[in-house]
């Protein structure tokens, strides 16, 4: 499938992407774009590379072939100031939160903007209250790192994310091992900071309800390849038996419920060699 | 026979490539210096907890080390009745070789472990990954602050084991056994030379201290991110922290004592 925006709409280009961990290969020749100002969600059965893909976006990791443009700029071709100066744009929310655990969620907040404002603690301060107001956290600013709920911590990284204002959000996984109320004030966050913030977001999930919910425009990822693209609408009503199983949820189909073996039978009783036998 | 020379260059391949990326990241440590002189703040928060809270382990071990010198040169001065020798033994092997030496051996159990476990988790639970991705390099706002503050530790650290260490021997040798305190103090002042032995054995424990600091901030950033991968990293860096310590002794030894 091709991709459905043009692409001087999209914030992120990413075009024919291959990497590969030691022998084995990721991505092979992903192509997408990110439209601007939308929540783009990249969903995918677990392990293929989902969280690797945010991780190449934000210039961690190094495609052996491909490229990623952000905003028109080839991230892999920049020099690591004007790498680290493009991060500024960017947040990342880790899927453990990434909390710096040695001090409070006040100063995990205000850590951004110390390290890159020089603003007066007076405005640091203002600033901090107001990301963890936006979250619903003001009143647990000084707590540590330890004594939050997994989705407290989430929620606590998503607002040290928003600190610097980004212009792009990226979510790894926010959905998971979450309890219902934690995944839905999480879906909640999610879609009004992409509204009222004017965002461009990405979240790599496989919640499929959680995602569908809020995405504008999915992608979808398998065996290192785009197996579906398009608006939310388009791959709900996909007829591609793969997409079908795997938004629907059903345990066998395309992707078998079996990993490759060898025969069963064989594999319990042992090969039986009939000209062996005396 | 093809698999041992296989396995052998493998290991030596995966040995300098670990060299390789250990200089890389000692290099780009030290270019945070210049974040240091704009933020002092961090680089006092880790003298701190690197070197003020070490400072007791350091003083207590001397005491004793100093006191087991005196008692044992005691046994051997006195069959030859040079007794009095007892001071410039006690403080020549503690300026020279036990002060830097012993010093740097606990620095890296004590400070070097401690350095190697912490950075580890921080990889491992994504700390360092995330500071990246909110555009602070973590090798100049973690790493760098740490490896000045060790370098800088362990020559202070050093001195305050060598002088704990030769009242250590004061107290043994003139306040137990007796030796006669006049020239406990004055053949050691005149017969310890300010530059050949003070000033080499200060040059030891700043090569010492760069070398365990960088050893075990590079094992812990360098560390497999899980329980099992940041264990072995801790253990990694004292043992090779041993090693270096022990090995660049005997060569600082004789090229500065070995004429």
Redesign the interface.
Known sequence: MQPTQAPNDALVSIRDLSYSWGQRKIFDGVSLDIPRGKVTAIMGPSGTGKTTLL?LI?G?LRPDRGTIHYAGKNIHALSMDEL??L??E???L?Q?G????DINVYDNVA??LR??TGLPESMIRSLVLMKLEAVGLRGARNLMPSELSGGMARRV?LA?AIA?DPSMLMYDEPFTGQDPISMGVLVKLIHDLNKELGLTSIVVSHDVKETMEIADHVCIISAGKVVGQGSKEQIADSDSTWIRQFIDGAPDGPVPFHYPAEDYRVDLIGRIDLNQRH | MVTLFQKLGQETLKGVGKLGRAMVFITHALTGAADLIRRPGLLVAQLYSIGVLSVLLIAISGLFVGMVLALQGFNVLSDFGAEESLGVMVAASLVRELGPVVTALLFAGRAGSALTAEIGLMKA???L??M??????PVK?IIAPRLFAGTLSMPLLAALFTAVGVLGGYFVGVGLLGVDQGPFWSQMQSQIDFWDDSVNGFIKSIVFGAVVTGIAVFEGYDAIPTAEGVSRATTRSVVYSAFAILGSDFVLTALMFGD
């Open positions: 991780k934000g961690q680290y100066e991060r500024k960017m947040g990342m880790f453990s990434a909390l710096l655990t850590f951004p390290e890159h990284a040290r610097l | 639970t994504e700390q990954s995330g990246e991705m909110m555009a602070v390099d706002r």
